[in-house]
């Protein structure tokens, strides 16, 4: 592998050839809000929360998705930047019915992080308030749909680390959910292997493990790190 | 016929309205207090997986979030079909007496004392808590000393002062640390001394007041609580006792679960609030009352020596049974006495801090129900869930619903008594809200609704038409 040079925010940095901006800018200490993205999984660019500004393109790009290149000049903040961020965030909020006060991963939670980051204090859009349902049927955990942000980790982790597949995405825009085999209920695939990964790499209160109450769903993931190990031995 | 209509009361927890109807020669034919709010989390709940009821049935409420926390977490108890340990029946304890102080704190110095330190035909520009603090500051200051105190319980239970996610099913979420039963322990002297003082201020103050005693929803009803099986005071657990005017006991130690046996659940198109009754005795007839005027005449004894000293001057002063609601207000205060002394019980026992605190179950039993005493009387939570803990239906009995046929009652009395003709005074409309705050309603905890919280009073005539109409 060759070595790139670039600017990111000004400052002169190196990265491999093939390597992505947002891997890049993290190994030099500068931060770019993610939400899809996890170590040790591949990027699949689906949260735009990493858009940054490339000198000479015409739009923003995913930093997780963009190859660094040589002589790139790459802007990560800017408020034009900013306001995206928290318009994609809004959007996040509005579409399901991400209501903190009483989900399991108030305080623990990625998207509540990132708007209280990005100072999303408030809606501007109309929420849609769907019933998207909630499907406990598994013996030990559960998928709330209302929760869920599309993020894709859970398919990721199931297919690329556990190796079962079991998850996968239906449906499109609005109506798209996260499935377990084909649409079966959790509870009657016969391809999860109930490792529970999927409920520590989830973000948000989406997938949850039975039994835990408000606040004190994801408190801990203590699976989440051995995902960086692998990423770190590939 | 005219009508009067006062909208909103005031001084309460809740949006309600008064209406008044009149006869041609201006006496008092009908009135009722109407709930003009709705919640519906009976139905926002339906859908959401077990575990998620108690912080979500909590959200009921700002002010008792405790009782509905306690209420919710023991239906789910029995869906798990766990006996949680004892040790975290006894924190949940704590954590209700905690809430009912600063609940009836809440209640008598803030939204009540005004009406006793300026009296009732007061100015109504002075005559708030604000007046109260300029007018009478040591009674206010213990009124917001009493609030803190039990609020901070909560919050070094639980972590917060409102809405602490603390009561779980199974339990409680994590055990007492040495240092918040200290910080605790060492605050219940402050708080006793004020609230004895109080007790002292109103028992030096009611004989003002005979006339609003007299007609404060003074009238024969039946009684219900949750009673120790001892006979002593329960308000996190406890099986119900029903009596009535004259102390026969209708129902004792009855199991408190199976409540749609012996209550009937009436609904007036007039209000939100349902309208709770005594099944043997029928609708309307099987009037009740519960709260603390209730709880105090349906025990034998409170269950703490200074408590159970101020109780024997009560039923000295007022009779075994008192009638009037304007009682609740010193039954309050006794409580609050009781409260603090059994906090410092409970917390002074020495296996306090043990770790036995939560019973991990699955969904066992499709159906639960879970009662407890909130501040303002028995609340009842039933849910009913699928085979994996997600909810079906929910059917909330909330104590302000139990003593809506009282209020009712209530207002009648006082407008018959003080209301000739449309041309009312301040302060006779202030005395029908006066009564209502007795039962120290919280409306928003009971229809399941838009909005917040004040009251209104509509006087009609005899053909419909309003002939005055007092809102705030």
Known sequence: MSVVTLVIDGHDVAGQSGQSILSVAREHGIAIPTLCHLDGLSEVGACRLCMVEVRGARRPLAACVTEVQEHMEVTTTTDELTDYRRQIIELLFTERNHVCAVCIANRHCELQDLAKALGMTHFDLPALNPSAGVDASHERFGIDHNRCVLCTRCVRVCAEIEGAHTWDVRGRASEARVITDLGTPWGESPTCTSCGKCVQVCPTGALFEKGRAVAEGKERRPYVPFLVARNRRS | ?472
């Open chain 2, 1 to 472: 016929m005219s009508e009067i209509i006062i909208e909103p009361v005031t001084r309460i927890e809740g949006h309600s309205k008064i209406t008044v109807q009149l006869d041609d020669t201006g006496e008092v034919v009908d009135a009722h207090f109407h709930v003009t709010q709705f919640r519906g989390f009976e139905r926002i709940c339906v859908g959401r997986p077990l575990w998620e009821m108690p912080s979500l049935m909590a959200r009921i409420c700002g002010i008792c979030p405790v009782s509905h926390l306690i209420a919710s977490a023991k239906a789910c108890d029995e869906i798990l079909a766990v006996e949680i340990p004892p040790l975290a029946r006894r924190l949940r304890r704590v954590m209700n007496l905690a809430q009912i102080v600063q609940s009836h704190a809440l209640n008598f110095f803030h939204l009540s004392s005004a009406d006793l330190v300026f009296g009732f035909d007061g100015d109504p520009k002075e005559r708030s808590f604000a007046g109260v603090a300029e007018a009478a500051p040591e009674l206010a200051r213990d009124g917001v000393a009493l609030r803190r105190f039990g609020q901070q319980i909560i919050e070094r239970l639980g972590g917060k002062r409102i809405h602490p996610a603390w009561v779980v099913p199974g339990g409680v979420s994590r055990p007492l640390e040495a240092a918040q039963r200290d910080a605790i322990l060492a605050e219940v002297p402050d708080a006793r001394a004020r609230a004895k003082r109080a007790l002292g201020w109103y028992k030096e103050h009611l004989a003002r007041f005979a006339e609003e005693a007299d007609q404060f929803g003074n009238f024969p009803s039946l009684f219900m609580g949750l009673v120790h099986e001892s006979g002593r005071a329960a308000y996190s657990e406890g099986l119900l006792k029903v009596v009535d005017a004259n102390g026969w006991v209708l129902a004792d130690q009855v199991d408190p679960r199976p409540y749609w046996e012996y209550l009937g659940e009436h609904v007036e198109p007039w209000s939100y609030l349902k309208s709770p009754y005594f099944k043997p005795l029928g609708y309307p007839d099987g009037l009740y009352r519960v709260g603390p005027l209730a709880r105090l005449n349906v025990i034998d004894r409170l269950g703490t020596p200074s408590a159970d000293g101020e109780l024997a001057e009560y039923r000295e002063r007022l009779g075994r049974y008192p009638q009037s609601s304007f009682h609740y207000h010193w039954a309050r205060l006794i409580e609050i006495v009781h409260c603090i002394d059994a906090i410092e019980h409970i917390l002074s026992e020495p296996d306090i801090l043990d770790h036995h605190v939560r019973a991990e179950a699955r969904v066992n039993r499709n159906e639960g129900v879970g009662v407890a005493e909130a501040p303002r009387g028995t609340l009842i939570h039933h849910y009913q869930v699928d085979d994996h803990g997600l909810v079906e239906s929910a059917n909330l009995v909330i104590a302000t619903g139990h003593n809506n046929l009282a209020m009712n009652a209530a207002v009648k009395q006082v407008a018959r008594h003080y209301v000739h003709g449309p041309d009312v005074a301040e302060g006779i409309l202030n005395r029908m809200e006066a009564a209502i705050r007795c039962f120290d309603p919280c409306l928003s905890c009971s229809t399941h609704a838009i909005g917040q919280m004040p009251l209104a009073i509509e006087l009609r005539a005899p053909d419909g038409t309003i002939v005055r109409e007092v809102a705030r």
